[in-house]
């Protein structure tokens, strides 16, 4: 029941919901989900580290970089069934129309994720896997 709750309160954000979105298009890592959503590296992370830990994403790191993707679920998982019921509706938001079309354009570099590095440790509370 409890992951159940996570799960559901997880996607009643409209951040979140967004971040998905991208998500399901491409894996992306933190700086790329600041740069298509237009938001905060405190935010994103915050909001990635939610759908992390209610079962919607996996994470790899790819030397500075932490990827975050969609989770391969087993056929009968639930998170199929909430992502499919919310899939179609939000693509047509348009919100998330434009947050796709500043995905094309995220700059995926050293100099972005050094910068990321840096000011995370100028912010110790921030407990995010980015680098």
């Given at each position: 029941?409890?992951?159940?709750?996570?799960?559901?309160?997880?996607?009643?954000?409209?951040?979140?919901?967004?971040?998905?979105n991208v998500i399901l298009k491409q894996e992306c890592c933190v700086c790329e989900v600041m740069q298509a959503l237009d938001?905060?590296?405190?935010?994103?992370?915050?909001?990635?580290?939610?759908?992390?830990?209610?079962?919607?994403?996996?994470?790899?790191?790819?030397?500075?970089?932490?990827?975050?993707?969609?989770?391969?679920?087993?056929?009968?998982?639930?998170?199929?069934?909430?992502?499919?019921?919310?899939?179609?509706?939000?693509?047509?938001?348009?919100?998330?129309?434009?947050?796709?079309?500043?995905?094309?354009?995220?700059?995926?570099?050293?100099?972005?994720?050094?910068?990321?590095?840096?000011?995370?440790?100028?912010?110790?509370?921030?407990?995010?896997?980015?680098?």
């Amino acid at each position: 029941m409890d992951m159940i709750l996570r799960a559901t309160q997880a996607i009643s954000d409209e951040t979140r919901l967004r971040i998905l979105n991208v998500i399901l298009k491409q894996e992306c890592c933190v700086c790329e989900v600041m740069q298509a959503l237009d938001i905060s590296q405190t935010r994103a992370s915050r909001n990635l580290k939610i759908l992390y830990d209610a079962g919607y994403l996996s994470m790899s790191t790819d030397g500075l970089y932490t990827n975050y993707a969609i989770k391969r679920f087993k056929p009968d998982d639930f998170h199929i069934d909430l992502i499919n019921g919310i899939t179609k509706e939000i693509k047509k938001l348009p919100v998330c129309m434009e947050d796709l079309k500043r995905l094309t354009s995220v700059v995926r570099s050293p100099e972005i994720a050094e910068s990321l590095s840096k000011s995370s440790r100028r912010k110790p509370k921030c407990k995010c896997n980015c680098k």
